[in-house]
């Protein structure tokens, strides 16, 4: 081969992450690689002629070899097997004729024997499923301890919340940071419920297990017929053996087409990414530089900017959240899939769930450093509380008002006083003084003389306005 045309080889089957920063180096990228996927066949093939010996449809011998010869992907050419899998639609078709190439030829006919490639392509994705869940929820552990760092340290610290982009009334960091948790431990529980579930697949052409019943109990010697060896079809003995050897759940039936395990992992990970993304959303809008409450504990550089330090970890939180949506809804379309083999839904799966699965273990790597590192800036939130001098607690003053003035007059009362506020640059407290001062005669009761300027200063203090924040904070905090 030249030199050129191995250079252009070699690019072709490198994926080294260069447009996905979001995964690039993180440990869900190297469990979920393309030789990640060629083991997990290899360790599906392995396991089924293993499980084989164990019922008697194979010899131990066989079962070694071909454990033997399966053992190291790095053995086979992902690249070949990619190319060639255009001839059948998948990749296992090639592998299987590799691997059998691979044993003695006496272990050669137990090679993928009763199987077809969708047994053992879902099969490899479970496995290399539950390894990258396994690298994914110690980083979702990590988030969550820093959170509930974060919420105990910052319980009382005061902080502007806002809906609808604008200040609303206070609430504490300890709360948010809480609720950033809860999310957190939302995901946790989907993760940790779907990751022990996630079965093996085994049914042969069209889920009857048609073959291995066929093949009875088989010793050393060969194939017994059906009904003929020792005991009963061992078929559903088998599907419990292969799925104890692989570590995954046993199946109730094939599930071919019947994607609830890929509906079930789909909407778990959507779901973390968008937990995640809840963080980063927040962190980037506390982190602007007019607000300034937050900050990346190391900010990201600009190409052209020497100032810049920006909030790199949430960026790419953020736009893996913004991608998992769709592809977790291509994945749920495959549960259309038709008759007993689908012709293009399961095939549609394989690359959505591979990115899935990159982009949440991506997301919770950069989550757990983000939070780590994350900067608090209290007195930034204070002076943040101050801005609108005391409107961020109207609603107190309507709450303090009613009982001399009723309900009504008092929440037009203090409307009027906020638009003199922000009208003449003026605080709440002086507009409303003004406004009580100004009020005519009315037949309802007069308001509180002790309602002075200096009183109603103290009232719009909004640290003294974030009702049961630390309770609810305590409260969240409890959960584990």
């Given at each position: 081969?030249?030199?050129e045309?191995g250079?252009?080889?070699?690019?072709?089957?490198?994926?080294?992450?260069l447009l996905?920063?979001g995964?690039?180096?993180?440990a869900?990228e190297?469990?979920?690689?393309?030789?990640a996927f060629l083991?997990?066949?290899?360790?599906?093939?392995?396991?089924?002629t293993?499980?084989?010996?164990v019922?008697?449809?194979?010899?131990?011998?066989a079962?070694?070899?071909v454990?033997?010869a399966?053992a190291?992907?790095?053995?086979?050419?992902?690249r070949?097997?990619?190319?060639?899998?255009r001839?059948?639609g998948n990749p296992?078709i090639?592998l299987?004729?590799?691997l059998?190439?691979?044993v003695?030829?006496?272990?050669?006919p137990?090679?993928h024997?009763?199987?077809?490639?969708?047994?053992?392509l879902?099969?490899a994705?479970?496995?290399?499923?539950t390894?990258t869940?396994?690298?994914?929820?110690?980083?979702?552990?990590r988030?969550?301890r820093?959170l509930?760092r974060?919420?105990?340290?910052?319980?009382?610290?005061?902080?502007?919340?806002r809906?609808?982009?604008q200040?609303?009334?206070?609430?504490?960091?300890?709360?948010?940071?809480?609720?950033?948790?809860?999310?957190?431990?939302?995901?946790?529980?989907?993760?940790?419920?779907?990751?022990g579930a996630?079965?093996?697949?085994?049914?042969?052409?069209?889920?009857?297990l048609?073959?291995?019943?066929a093949?009875?109990?088989v010793?050393?010697?060969?194939?017994?017929?059906?009904g003929?060896g020792?005991g009963?079809?061992?078929?559903?003995?088998?599907v419990?053996?292969?799925?104890?050897?692989?570590?995954?759940a046993?199946p109730?039936?094939?599930?071919?087409?019947?994607?609830?395990p890929?509906?079930?992992?789909?909407?778990?990970?959507a779901f973390?990414?968008?937990?995640l993304?809840?963080?980063a959303?927040?962190?980037l809008?506390?982190?602007?530089?007019?607000?300034?409450?937050?900050s990346?504990g190391?900010?990201?550089?600009?190409?052209?900017?020497?100032?810049?330090?920006n909030?790199?970890?949430?960026?790419?939180?953020?736009?893996a959240?913004h991608?998992?949506p769709?592809?977790?809804?291509?994945?749920l379309?495959?549960?259309t899939a038709?008759?007993e083999?689908?012709?293009g839904?399961?095939?549609?799966?394989?690359?959505?769930?591979?990115?899935?699965?990159?982009?949440?273990?991506?997301a919770?790597?950069?989550?757990?450093?983000?939070?780590?590192?994350?900067?608090?800036?209290?007195?930034?939130m204070?002076?943040?509380?101050?801005?609108?001098g005391?409107?961020?607690?109207?609603?107190?003053?309507?709450?303090?008002?009613?009982?001399?003035?009723?309900?009504?007059?008092?929440?037009?009362?203090?409307?009027?006083?906020?638009?003199w506020?922000r009208?003449?640059?003026e605080?709440?407290?002086g507009a409303?003084?003004?406004?009580l001062a100004?009020?005519?005669?009315?037949?309802g009761?007069?308001?509180?003389p002790n309602?002075?300027?200096?009183?109603?200063?103290a009232?719009?203090?909004?640290?003294?306005?974030?009702g049961?924040?630390?309770?609810?904070t305590?409260?969240?905090?409890?959960?584990?």
């Amino acid at each position: 081969m030249s030199g050129e045309a191995g250079e252009s080889r070699e690019c072709l089957a490198l994926d080294v992450g260069l447009l996905a920063p979001g995964r690039a180096g993180s440990a869900a990228e190297r469990t979920t690689s393309d030789r990640a996927f060629l083991q997990a066949m290899l360790d599906a093939e392995a396991a089924l002629t293993r499980a084989q010996a164990v019922v008697g449809m194979a010899p131990a011998a066989a079962a070694d070899a071909v454990t033997e010869a399966a053992a190291d992907a790095a053995r086979f050419d992902a690249r070949d097997i990619a190319v060639r899998a255009r001839g059948g639609g998948n990749p296992v078709i090639p592998l299987v004729a590799d691997l059998t190439a691979a044993v003695p030829e006496e272990a050669a006919p137990y090679v993928h024997r009763g199987a077809t490639s969708q047994d053992i392509l879902d099969t490899a994705t479970m496995l290399v499923t539950t390894r990258t869940l396994d690298v994914l929820l110690p980083d979702l552990a990590r988030v969550e301890r820093e959170l509930a760092r974060l919420a105990r340290a910052h319980r009382d610290t005061a902080m502007p919340g806002r809906t609808l982009t604008q200040h609303a009334a206070p609430t504490t960091f300890g709360l948010k940071a809480a609720g950033w948790r809860s999310l957190v431990l939302d995901a946790r529980d989907r993760v940790t419920g779907v990751r022990g579930a996630l079965p093996a697949q085994w049914g042969g052409a069209v889920g009857t297990l048609a073959v291995v019943a066929a093949y009875g109990g088989v010793g050393a010697g060969g194939v017994g017929a059906p009904g003929t060896g020792p005991g009963p079809a061992p078929g559903l003995d088998l599907v419990a053996v292969y799925a104890r050897e692989l570590g995954l759940a046993e199946p109730t039936l094939p599930w071919h087409t019947l994607r609830t395990p890929v509906a079930d992992l789909a909407t778990a990970l959507a779901f973390t990414a968008g937990a995640l993304g809840k963080l980063a959303a927040d962190v980037l809008t506390l982190s602007r530089t007019e607000i300034g409450e937050l900050s990346e504990g190391t900010g990201g550089t600009s190409s052209a900017m020497p100032h810049k330090a920006n909030p790199v970890r949430a960026t790419l939180i953020a736009a893996a959240a913004h991608r998992a949506p769709a592809l977790a809804a291509t994945l749920l379309a495959s549960l259309t899939a038709a008759d007993e083999r689908p012709a293009g839904a399961w095939h549609a799966e394989w690359e959505p769930l591979r990115d899935l699965l990159r982009l949440a273990g991506g997301a919770a790597r950069d989550a757990a450093e983000l939070c780590a590192g994350l900067q608090v800036h209290p007195e930034a939130m204070r002076a943040n509380l101050d801005l609108t001098g005391g409107l961020i607690v109207s609603e107190r003053l309507v709450v303090e008002l009613t009982p001399a003035l009723g309900r009504a007059r008092a929440a037009d009362l203090v409307a009027s006083a906020a638009r003199w506020a922000r009208e003449r640059g003026e605080t709440l407290a002086g507009a409303l003084a003004a406004e009580l001062a100004a009020q005519p005669a009315s037949p309802g009761p007069p308001p509180d003389p002790n309602l002075t300027k200096a009183a109603l200063t103290a009232l719009t203090d909004p640290t003294h306005w974030t009702g049961h924040a630390e309770a609810l904070t305590d409260r969240a905090l409890r959960r584990h």
